[in-house]
């Protein structure tokens, strides 16, 4: 069974407190670079058996922040409540919408400062349209659509990538028709990206009557917090020609998942769905938790897995 990692993972006690101390000037930007250094080579290091790999997305401080720096008057400022978490994001504000260049970015961002190859099988995550406008201001879906596909069309390039799109939206507010549309519409462009598979992974919400509509937006896969809803009203329609993100790893919890249940619920979603098409991974935000906590519900996961 093949275990698939996404998001911002959460970084190691030691990257924290380094991360202090510079902004403390405790130590120089060469010490706290060698501390990044670490804690991503031990991510490589959990993930090596794993066809494609997470780079964890370590500079980022959240999904939207890195995006203002290839637009043109943003304003950073004001916090708003990460869905029902205890975690906060900060507001975008666009002041005039207008991309521009900035090779750094998918350097930095993307492929840690060059600690990750172009050509490698890896793993980005970036925000759906409903989940990007609603921390964001004085931007429209077209545009925010716009964006994004200035940022795929460059990682497509690369070849042999996954996006995993997050949309905590579904199940938490009514998407009126118009967003509805756009969305479908922003799907329909991804397919001219021959190099990239997307996926589209919902969490922390019971998504049962949105189901429907998930499966309308032609995506490659979907992923699902398994924690939230139901392996029988979420796989008894799942398109059987797509790829499945299977939640399992609980990311609300510090609790190690037991053997029992791990091989129970492989074996519901076996009988749905080939198992070459299921990618286990966390049921939503990684970085919810302790660093040495997600380490060890991996590491757990990939015994019983059986990679």
């Known amino acids: 069974m093949k275990i698939i990692l996404h998001g911002v993972y959460p970084r190691s006690e030691k990257l ?3 991360t202090r101390d510079y902004d403390r000037k405790r130590i120089t ?3 706290l670079n060698q501390v990044f250094k670490e804690d991503i080579n031990a991510l490589r290091e959990l993930q090596k058996n794993f066809e494609y790999k997470t780079q964890g997305q370590f500079y980022f401080q959240d999904l939207l922040r890195p995006f203002s720096e290839i637009t043109e008057e943003v304003e950073i400022n004001g916090l708003k409540r990460f869905y029902e978490t205890n ?3 900060r507001t975008l504000i666009f002041k005039n919408f207008k ?3 900035n090779e750094n970015f998918f350097n930095h961002y993307l492929l840690c400062d060059g600690m990750f190859e172009k050509e490698e099988k890896l793993v980005f995550t970036f925000p759906f349209v409903f989940f990007f406008k609603e921390y964001s201001r004085g931007i429209r879906v077209p545009e925010i659509k716009e964006l994004l596909l200035y940022v795929i069309s460059e990682i497509d390039k690369w070849g042999n990538k996954i996006i995993v799109f997050y949309e905590p939206s579904f199940g938490w507010r009514n998407l009126d028709e118009d967003e509805r549309k756009e969305a479908k519409l922003f799907a329909e462009e991804l397919k001219k990206f021959k190099n990239t598979k997307f996926f589209l992974h919902t969490f922390f ?3 049962e009557k949105e189901i429907p ?3 309308s937006l032609d995506f490659d896969g979907y992923g699902f917090d398994f924690y939230s809803n139901s392996v029988q009203k979420i796989m008894q329609n799942f398109p059987k020609n797509k ?3 299977a939640g399992i790893i609980n990311t609300d919890s510090t609790l190690i998942e037991k053997r029992e249940m791990i091989v129970d619920f492989i074996d519901k979603i076996s009988k749905f769905i080939d198992t070459d098409k299921i990618y286990l991974c966390p ?3 990684p970085e919810l938790l302790p660093r040495e906590i997600m380490d060890e519900k991996i590491k757990n996961l990939n015994k019983i897995g059986g990679l």
């Open 29 to 31: 930007q060469e010490e």
């Open 99 to 101: 991309l521009k260049e």
């Open 205 to 207: 919400f019971d998504v």
């Open 243 to 245: 790829f499945l993100l």
């Open 283 to 285: 049921s939503g935000v």
């Open 16 to 18: 924290v407190q380094a």
């Open 213 to 215: 509509f998930i499966f």
């Open 87 to 89: 975690c906060f994001y």
